[in-house]
């Protein structure tokens, strides 16, 4: 059974800091990784997607990529309030598999 | 920017009756999705489509069953609805081209079944 894990949180940051969000995969042939935001109420809002290993940014987030150890990563820098909500992983297989395998959401709570 | 429409965004029904739940992408897109989406369980495939009229069942189809008569549009159809069927329901596309996996949500629909 392939599996996507996260901290489920919640993981409180102050205003201002850099939240860190991580997600580690079991399948090793994984090819394609997503971050999705989720506010309460509301349906994924797909942020990043990265494909190769290293570092992706975009604004104040990066994502991070490392296939040898099976984890990507998602950074906030200078954390908002509106930034509190659900992040989602997501990782898609190898080949022409059309699924996604899904992480359970780590919840981020930024604190005034 | 990709727009995915849901029929309702609020829904209340009866046990044992017939919904329907309809998703519409002005994309051009091949891949569709449902889900299912509980506390604590994460985002669960029911079903998607790759191409018109065809469909694959995902992790949880039982009780479910989808219709997909043009690329834009993919229906769920609950046959009886039951109570342990009360959920939110999201709707998602992406394109088929290799490399371009990204899944686009519509805003969901929460079902209530009383």
């Known amino acids: 059974q392939k599996e996507v894990e996260q901290n489920s949180g919640p993981l409180s940051v102050p205003e201002g800091a850099i939240a860190s969000l991580n997600c580690t995969y079991s399948d090793r042939v994984s090819q394609s990784f997503f971050w999705y935001r989720q506010y309460s109420g509301k349906s994924p809002e797909l942020i990043m997607s990265?494909?190769s290993n290293g570092d992706k940014e975009d604004g104040r987030f990066t994502a991070q990529l490392n296939k040898a150890s099976q984890y990507v990563s998602l950074l906030i820098r200078d954390s908002q309030p509106s930034d509190s909500a659900t992040y989602l992983c997501?990782?898609?297989?190898?080949?022409?598999?059309?699924?996604?395998?899904w992480g359970l959401g780590t919840s981020l709570a930024v604190n005034p | 920017d990709v727009k995915v429409t849901q029929s309702s965004r609020y829904l209340v029904k009866r046990t044992g009756e017939k919904v329907f739940l309809e998703c519409v992408q002005d994309?051009?897109?091949?891949?569709m999705f449902w889900y299912r989406q509980d506390p604590g369980l994460g985002l669960r495939l029911i079903y998607f489509?790759?191409?018109?009229?065809?469909?694959e069942k995902g992790d949880i189809p039982e009780g479910y069953s989808v219709s997909r008569e043009k690329k834009e549009r993919f229906s769920l159809i609950l046959e009886s609805a039951s109570t342990n069927q009360t959920s939110m329901y999201l709707c998602a596309s992406s394109l088929r081209l290799a490399g371009d996996w990204e899944q686009f949500f519509g805003p969901g629909t929460r079902l209530t079944v009383l």
């Open positions: 990265i494909y």
């Open positions: 489509s790759y191409d018109v009229k065809m469909k």
């Open positions: 994309m051009d897109h091949e891949n």
């Open positions: 997501a990782v898609k297989g190898a080949g022409n598999n059309r699924k996604l395998i």
